[in-house]
């Protein structure tokens, strides 16, 4: 058995001996708090976050604070100590302890990355999806499906420093744009992404530059393909209405109408053209 293993089976024993005295304690005082405590605490192997490393190969997430009640008359009253004992022990064993509520585990390799910052400059390492969550390094394995579920979103951008989305077909059209509390930090990316879907612009995103206590710099993307747009060297789709923008269209016996708008597109080309 290796080293880690080893360290592995010991805590793995200790946690399940803690259990037993929560137990016990939580019968004494009627209570679910102190085994909820024990129970919630979790270990893992790796890390993922960067700039973290595990020496040992045991990492274990927990709430460490001593366990308390509010008391009207006595105050606040300890339940239980039992956490902060097990997080000496698991210390002094070389075991990487962490708080639960700063981090979590990739749905996919199980990993851990932090959820809360350590610093100012600190940004996520991570993706929420549908019903999961995912660590850089599995949406590393598919940089494009992560960089297209970002596009037309002006309330996400790409905070994955290891994917830059020039490597993934698109182009940097603004950058070292800042919003923050400092003068002349006003950069809006819903104000941006107006003006781009008024241009017929879609397939555009954000990406996270720069985090900061005071501010955040950012960049805007757009997809090789609606370069000419851009640039006005391209209609806009003629199967858009003119008017509000709208891909919905109908054809009726007095021409193309915009369901969204109610528009006549033909009517209407025929105006802009007089």
Not at 98 to 111: A, I, V
Not at 121 to 131: A, C, I, L, N, T
Not at 167 to 181: A, F, I, P, R, T
Request: net charge negative; with cysteine; glycine share 6%.
């Amino acid at each position: 058995m290796t080293d880690t293993k080893k360290l592995f089976a010991r805590v793995k024993r200790i946690l399940e001996i803690a259990r037993v005295m929560a137990e016990k304690k939580d019968k004494e005082l009627g209570t679910y708090q102190v085994s909820d405590s024990i129970d919630d605490m979790r270990m893992y192997h790796e890390y993922c976050e960067p700039g973290y490393d595990s020496a040992n190969g045991v990492i274990i997430l927990g709430n460490w604070n001593t366990i308390t009640k509010y008391d009207r008359v006595m105050g606040s009253q300890t339940i239980s100590n039992l956490p902060k004992r097990l997080c000496e022990i698991f210390e002094k064993m070389g075991v990487d302890i962490e708080w639960s509520d700063e981090w979590s585990n990739c749905s996919e390799c199980g990993k851990l990355f932090r959820t809360s910052g350590d610093s100012y400059h600190w940004q996520p390492s991570f993706v929420m999806g549908d019903g999961e969550i995912l660590c850089h390094e599995c949406v590393e394995n598919d940089p494009v499906a992560h960089l297209e579920s970002l596009e037309g979103d002006p309330n996400r951008c790409n905070t994955i420093a290891d994917i830059d989305p020039t490597d993934h077909g698109y182009v940097c059209v603004q950058e070292k744009l800042e919003s923050g509390w400092h003068e002349g930090m006003t950069a809006d990316p819903k104000k941006i992404a107006a003006e781009l879907e008024k241009k017929g612009i879609t397939r555009f995103l954000f990406n996270l530059d720069e985090n900061s206590q005071f501010y955040s710099t950012w960049s805007v993307f757009i997809a090789k393909e609606e370069m000419p747009i851009f640039n006005g060297e391209q209609e806009e789709d003629s199967s858009s209405c003119p008017h509000c923008g709208s891909k919905d269209l109908q054809d009726t016996p007095n021409g193309t109408c915009c369901i969204e708008c109610g528009v006549n597109v033909d009517e209407y080309e025929e105006n802009e053209d007089e």
